[in-house]
């Protein structure tokens, strides 16, 4: 090519290509639905239902590959690590695991159904039982739940790994060792090692408001509901009184206190008010509630809380669980104002101590995590504790404010099985008829078991730097759940609803 010719704004500049002939192979459309090579703005159900062209776009198409290389590295490191990779059955049983099942009707057993598994839970607990020490797959997970930017509807993938004769110990060391692996390898941003931050529940819940705390984030949660004991502000009396210092936050002006005040007591976020006041650069309380800071309230935020001149102090007043979910959401947006959070940074900790049950809404006792766990004090806890300060040998892994792993101690012993269930309102008979698997299994010398499943879409989300994860995923569905490419789901025809003995009731 002449060096005239050149082009150095184009990839293919510095080649020229004579046609002597032209065939063409594929024919297009004169008109496109949408750019795909451009980052314009177009309605993401458009880009959805046309996914073959979306997908051709460098942006999307490059997470797609990001992925495919994502996937590989988990599985190299899992070989590395002894793992053995074995897949487990999609067409499953019912299993309480926290949504709605997708259910499929078996044609040749009538008025029966099979369950898409919302993980392979029991499966992989059986092969433990079956001597195959340490498993692992990349698991289709399969669950009726509402989707959110972080969350496909529908369908998901984990790698799912469960180890016999194991603790929670070694089950964390697994995943701080696999995990730091992925991100470095496709990332430059700073990755935290381990041994991660372990932080036990209420510990998160009290300093953080949220049990998946974004630790880029430095303000912290504090109670200060002894400080307001006797204070004359009616709007605290009576409330768990949780506190947010913001250091030098009183440069900001009214309107930003404004704009948080109205965050806070938004449908979005529920709260009843958000109080608010400031120390100025003298050490004296204006604005807000200030009238309500007496000095003794003042010297006791001074001494006990750190509190210094020029910083912001917010307030949110309300019964204790309440109280700490608004404070926590309150911190997030902070962070996210203010311009508070570490850049380039994966910042990553475990949470650990989950209860094992709560109230349902009904008021009855639920499990709050995985059922199949392992209560902390085993049996004993199970017959002696209030079944609400049950502890249990649960744990998630968060990464930069997402949940990105969840995992348990399993419970292997029938007995104790038996009672955690009975607790949730399950008899024997309904243990046996809903999990005969495990229970059958679990009568046969069943080894100690642990494990844990970190989502693969959300890991390859964060590495993406992306904000929505059907951005790495190749066909996801929209935001209700629907399939705009394929057009599911679907009205099907009589003869196959008879097949699978459906009437529909319309």
Known sequence: MERSSKN???????????ATDIEVLGKCKNVLPFEVNTDQD????????YRFLDLRNEKLHNNILLRSKILKALRDKMDELGFTEIQTPILANSSPEGARDYLVPSRLNPGEFYALPQAP????????????????????????EDPRADRAPGEFYQLDYEMSFATQDDVLAVMEEVIPFVFKKF?????????FVRIPYKEAMEKYGIDKPDLRNPLIIQDATSVFENSEFNAFKGKTVKMIVVPQGASQGRKFFDKMVEFATSDEVGAKGLAWTKFDENG????????????????????????????ALFFIADELEKAQKYAGLVRIELGKRLELLEKDTYRFCFIVDFPMYELSDEGTI????????????GLEALETKNPLDVLAYQYDLVCNGYEM??????????????KAFEIAGYTEEDVKNRFGALYNAFQYGTPPHAGAAPGVDRMVMLIAHSQNIREVIAFPKNKRARDLLMRAPSV???????????????
Not at 121 to 144: E, H, S, W
Not at 296 to 304: A, F, S, V
Request: with cysteine; charged share 30%; proline share 6%.
């Open 284 to 311: 004296e309380v204006t604005g807000g509630i200030a009238k309500f800071i007496t000095s003794e309230i003042k010297q006791n935020l001074e001494k006990n809380y750190g509190v210094k001149p020029q910083d």
């Open 42 to 49: 177009v309605r993401e159900d458009l880009r959805l239902e």
């Open 366 to 377: 639920d499990f709050s995590h995985n059922p199949f766990s392992m209560p902390q004090g």
């Open 492 to 506: 099907v025809t009589e003869q196959q609803l008879k097949d699978v003995h459906i009437k529909l009731d319309k």
């Open 121 to 144: 839970q029991q499966f992989k607990q059986l092969l433990m039982v079956a001597g195959f020490n340490k498993y692992y797959q990349i698991a289709p997970c399969f669950r009726d």
């Open 187 to 195: 990332t430059d941003w700073k990755v935290d090692e381990g041994p």
């Open 8 to 18: 150095p704004k184009m990839k293919t500049g510095d080649i020229e290509v004579v």
């Open 405 to 418: 792993a969840s995992g348990a101690v399993r419970n292997h012993n029938p007995e104790i099985m038996i």
